[in-house]
């Protein structure tokens, strides 16, 4: 298990946000974690990031373990170690996720140097990485604006590769997509699974997406998991009420909502 | 065959932008001058030993002519070398001051506007006690404590100047802060130094030099009047606002005393303030050039 997450209680002030008994990770795995917008989806991503505290949130008990090694208040110097280097994160705007004012190809070094690679270890992981994703290699010659949103994200998700991280939390990374590129980005992620064996948590609210991409899937409600299961299972046949609610929302082509 | 590049198109633009915008031009052309002035005022000035403690009895209080353009003062000095020279000491404190302005006023605002909460609170509240008093009154209040000379009065006027970067730098760096590449630096564990320096810092600058530059016709005004109230530079220093005030009594016979380095403490107030105009039109994306 590459990733465990036991009794996780996140707090905002006095309101408890997120209250996980058991969620696990095993390497080689797309975990889904759907539900709607402030179901704490994105609070739990940010837990196993250690960044709860920026958004002004709090552990205030619970285990997380990443490689067998306690991620939960740790100092933040050594979770600076863990950061893109075993667990790497995307986001859902992938475009303002590079600092403007940088070249794509500076962006990579500096983060592999960051991560202990020399210069040229950090050249050449750039540049196997991109090719794992398929991009060109001039590609790191590009500033952000000069980027589509399509290719932001696989170059979001070439770094995690660069990085070797062995977790890929991926926040909505197709939500800010259209569709073509959607189906792209999703085949990425599953090759990265068969090839690299990378454990990916997958959070989205677009269950047609989740059903297609994840093995397992965790329905979030109010910070609470309300059914999990193999994603097949859990999205055909729900036993949770609120999950065949969300399942009903879904609009299908050829049918109106009444 | 390689396309141009978005950096030589952006220069590009930028000097069209200068072209289209006379009023930066003008103010360019005027503060590059004075610049000018400055660096070379030891070639160009005809009398450069009038600068420092130079009298010449037989000169006094000459009427502008071939030998002396703008006059001479009471002491006989020429007072178009002084004008030239002034250029060098007003240059120099205004350096000094948004120099020092911009160094303690700017890392204070990033960390306040970064960081928020209970840090953003201790710094915005020091800031308020500053600005509660007018510049020019705290600038008075800090030079006369601190006594008269040159350095005091940059330290003086920096004291007075120094809050407002760190608000603008703090809005400025509250606002990248929510910005997502820097929660994706997080996520990629960049530490908290290098993300104020390398990503907050920079991508907070450019109001910030804009207002550096409109400032600086401010604090060449707030100079003078310091030396002006006899609380800045000292004779000899050929400082434009002192000149001034030494001329003030001969000003309804010899109105050469006051009139050229008030003319000087005007053009360049002025040159500052289109220059810091035009840099915004520049600068700001949003705002569409009309002309």
């Known amino acids: 298990m590459i990733l465990e997450i036991r009794n996780l209680a ?116 750039a540049r196997e990485a991109l090719e794992e994703v398929m991009l060109p290699y001039d590609m790191l010659e590009r500033r952000p604006y000069e980027l589509s949103g399509g290719q932001a994200q696989r170059l979001a998700i070439a770094l995690a590769v660069a990085l070797r991280s062995q977790v890929l939390l991926a926040d909505e990374p197709t939500s800010a997509l259209d569709v073509s590129v959607q189906g792209e980005i999703l085949d990425l992620i599953r090759r990265l699974r068969d090839r690299d064996g990378m454990a990916v948590l997958f959070i989205s609210h677009d269950l047609a997406v989740v059903a297609e991409l994840c093995d397992q899937v965790a329905v979030m409600r109010a910070g609470r998991i309300v059914e999990f299961g193999a994603s097949s299972q859990v999205l055909h046949s729900p036993t949770n009420d609120y999950t065949r609610q969300l399942v009903d929302s879904v609009p299908k082509l050829g049918t109106r909502a009444g | 065959m390689k396309a141009p590049s978005l950096a030589d198109t952006r220069t590009r633009t930028a000097v069209i932008a200068v072209r289209r915008n006379p009023l930066l031009s003008a103010g360019a052309v005027i503060a590059l001058a004075l610049v000018a002035a ?50 060098r000491v007003s240059l120099g404190i205004t350096g000094l001051v948004l ?144 000149m001034v005030s030494q001329g003030q009594s001969f000003f309804t016979t010899q109105w050469w005393l006051v009139t050229f380095p008030g003319l000087a403490i005007m053009l360049t107030a002025m040159a500052f303030n289109l220059a810091g105009d035009g840099l915004r039109e520049i600068l700001d994306p949003r705002r569409v050039v009309t002309r």
């Not at chain 1, 309101?15 to 797309?30: M, N, Q, S, Y």
């Not at chain 2, 890392?107 to 710094?123: E, H, Q």
């Not at chain 2, 006027?157 to 970067?165: E, G």
């Not at chain 2, 009047?225 to 000292?234: M, R, T």
């Open chain 1, 10 to 125: 996140i707090n905002f002030g006095a309101r408890c946000v997120v209250d996980i008994e058991a969620l696990d990770l095993r390497t080689g795995e797309i975990l889904g974690l759907a539900g709607e917008s402030g179901s704490g989806k994105t609070m739990t991503a940010l837990a196993i990031m250690g960044l709860t505290a920026t958004s002004g949130a709090r552990i205030s008990s619970g285990s997380i373990t990443v490689d067998d090694r306690e991620l939960v208040h740790q100092r933040d110097t050594d979770l600076r170690r863990i950061r893109g280097s075993q667990i790497a994160m995307i986001f859902q705007a992938p475009v303002s996720s590079f600092n403007p004012l940088f070249k794509v190809g500076y962006i990579f070094i500096r983060s592999l140097r960051l991560h202990g690679a020399s210069r040229s270890e950090a050249r050449a992981h």
């Open chain 2, 99 to 242: 120099a020092i302005s911009v160094a303690i006023g700017v890392p204070l605002g990033i960390v306040a506007g970064y960081f928020g909460g209970f840090i953003d609170n201790v710094i915005m509240r020091v800031t308020d006690v500053f600005l509660a008093f007018p510049a020019l009154l705290l600038a008075l209040a800090f030079a006369t404590v601190l006594g008269a000379s040159t350095r005091n009065a940059v330290l003086a006027i920096a004291i007075a100047w120094w809050p407002w970067y760190a608000r603008l730098a703090r809005g400025q760096a509250a606002s990248v802060a929510g910005r997502g590449f820097i929660e994706a630096c997080r996520a990629l564990g960049v530490g908290r130094v290098r993300m104020l320096w390398r990503h907050v810092l920079p991508n907070s600058l450019t109001p910030l030099i804009v207002s550096v530059s409109l400032d600086a016709g401010g604090v060449i005004l707030t100079a003078a009047a310091l030396s002006f109230l006899g609380l800045g530079a000292q004779d000899p220093t050929p400082e434009w606002g002192l």
């Open chain 2, 38 to 87: 400055a660096v070379l005022a030891p070639l160009v000035a005809p009398y450069p030993q009038d600068a420092g403690t130079a009298m010449h009895a037989g000169a006094i209080l000459l009427a502008p002519s071939w030998n002396h353009p703008f006059g001479t003062d009471m002491f006989g000095r020429d007072i178009f070398t002084r004008v030239l020279y002034g250029a």
